[in-house]
């Protein structure tokens, strides 16, 4: 019961960052957007994940040797990971699609670069985060990809897509389904210590950061043009 339990909310909260990203790039506008605006960035993560899944079926030691298993030597681990899978057929390809959608709505909202950026970041800072705030060697860590996948980083850039929506619109369902992004991200962490929860947290941080700073530039170039 607990790991089916653990299976619905981790979906769950796909789910929500999903509709977030719906409801911030608006769900009208998805035909004309894959027409007009390929999302070349989702579509490049979208291929090394499926290449990453290709080579575990061809190499039988592709996992040993490019997972981020700590006892084991290699910088590159740590990227070369995200795009191995570990959760079976049916985890892959949960896995791929949710990446390949999540990347495309945070291309349309926050542009190829910034969505490579976020996606890297869901990389390399949340076992950081984890030290800093004492979540490491004695506590579950709170990587989700148990040495390989690329559950966390899609995780981390999907809660992103529910900050954008939480400051970009007046609606009071709209800004329920933002906010329940990091409240039940929280909630999991703290009752299941399920990782995708608390990475999700991470990136709607980091989102509510950079949309600052955006914001604060953008104001500072009006009232520079204004003068």
């Given at each position: 019961?607990g790991a089916v339990l653990f299976n619905v909310t981790t979906a769950a909260l796909m789910v929500m960052m ?210």
């Open positions: 019961m999903i509709n977030s990203g719906l409801a911030v790039v608006g769900r009208d506008s998805l035909r004309g957007r894959l027409t007009r605006q390929v999302p070349w960035a989702a579509v490049g993560l979208t291929v090394l994940a499926v290449a990453g899944v290709v080579l575990q079926l061809c190499w039988s030691g592709a996992m040993d040797a490019l997972d981020s298993d700590p006892a084991k030597s290699g910088w590159w681990r740590e990227f070369t990971s995200v795009f191995m899978q570990n959760g079976g057929a049916g985890g892959a390809l949960w896995n791929l699609a949710t990446l390949a959608a999540v990347a495309a709505l945070a291309q349309w909202y926050w542009g190829g670069p910034l969505t490579l950026g976020f996606f890297f970041a869901g990389i390399v800072l949340p076992n950081r985060i984890d030290t800093l705030l004492g979540l490491g060697d004695d506590t579950p860590s709170t990587d989700p990809r148990n040495f390989a996948g690329s559950s966390g980083a899609t995780y981390f850039l999907g809660a992103t897509l529910a900050l954008a929506l939480l400051t970009g619109t007046g609606a009071a369902k709209e800004r329920a389904l933002a906010i329940g992004v990091p409240v039940l991200g929280l909630a999991m962490w703290l009752a299941q210590e399920n990782g995708h929860g608390l990475v999700a947290v991470y990136g709607f941080a980091l989102g509510a950061v950079v949309w600052a700073v955006r914001r604060f530039t953008t104001a500072r170039s009006a009232a520079r043009s204004a003068a």
